[in-house]
């Protein structure tokens, strides 16, 4: 039997694991600005891949670490906690893809611009994705987790009002 302690450690490690795996999606959009560097979006497939590649791979993500952990799954917290990291690590992760175009930590002020990013990290996320090409994206992916907790939330009401 594990302590009350060491539980609520394995839960925290549980949650960042799900909020760090909102970083995957981000990585369609790296590699296709990795590859097409200044030629980004001279092509309508260029527009196309990054906002469907993220949306599908945050699925595939949030169906792997549903059938994962069966437990939390029933009560939202990956979707939320996945939502959570796609958000706070947005401007993160497109500082790394305008670094291919001469911007982001490539630029003089990459660095500096961590800190306000942290704290306005909606905000800048989304400013940020409109520029990157992943705007449409991230509203579908954020449409789709939060109809998922959503669902969770209302089965789980009605499955009490039921009872």
Known sequence: MQSPINEEWANVRRYLIYAASGI????????????????????????LMATILPVVIAAA?????????KALANNGAIAVWMLFGIWFSGTFMMMISSSFTGGGFASADGFAMIPMAIIMFPLTTFVGSAY????????????YLVIQVLWVLISGLSYRLRS
């Open 132 to 143: 990157d090409g992943t705007l449409f994206g991230l509203i579908i992916v954020t449409c």
């Open 61 to 69: 993500t949030l169906d792997f670490l549903k059938k994962k952990h």
């Open 24 to 47: 995957l999606f981000w990585i369609p959009s790296i590699l296709i600005h990795a590859i097409t560097r200044q030629g980004f979006g001279t092509h309508l497939l260029d527009d």
